[in-house]
């Protein structure tokens, strides 16, 4: 699933909503009251929920590495000069 194809409303969900919303679904499906149509619904838009968690993983590593790069480069110049 690409990050375009994420519903609006999970795409503002921070991670631990994300979760959160991911628990409920879970407990809904693991219920038998709900039908199969249903279910499928709520599969899919946990589908959606975990790859928005992923995609903010990979958006929050990718800060990481990019500030830790730029403290080792000012740290590296300073040592240098």
């Known amino acids: ?3 375009k194809n994420i519903p609006a409303d999970i795409k ?3 991670i631990k909503e994300a979760q959160n919303e991911i628990k409920e679904i879970i407990s809904k499906l693991e219920s038998t009251d709900s039908s199969l149509e249903n279910s499928i619904d709520q599969y899919e838009r946990m589908l959606a929920l975990n790859h ?8 929050r590593a990718k800060e990481i590495n990019s500030s830790d790069f730029n ?3 000012k ?3 300073k040592d240098y000069k």
């Open 1 to 3: 699933m690409k990050s």
């Open 71 to 73: 403290n080792d480069k």
């Open 75 to 77: 740290i590296l110049s």
């Open 52 to 59: 928005h968690i992923q995609e903010e993983f990979k958006k």
């Open 12 to 14: 503002k969900k921070s």
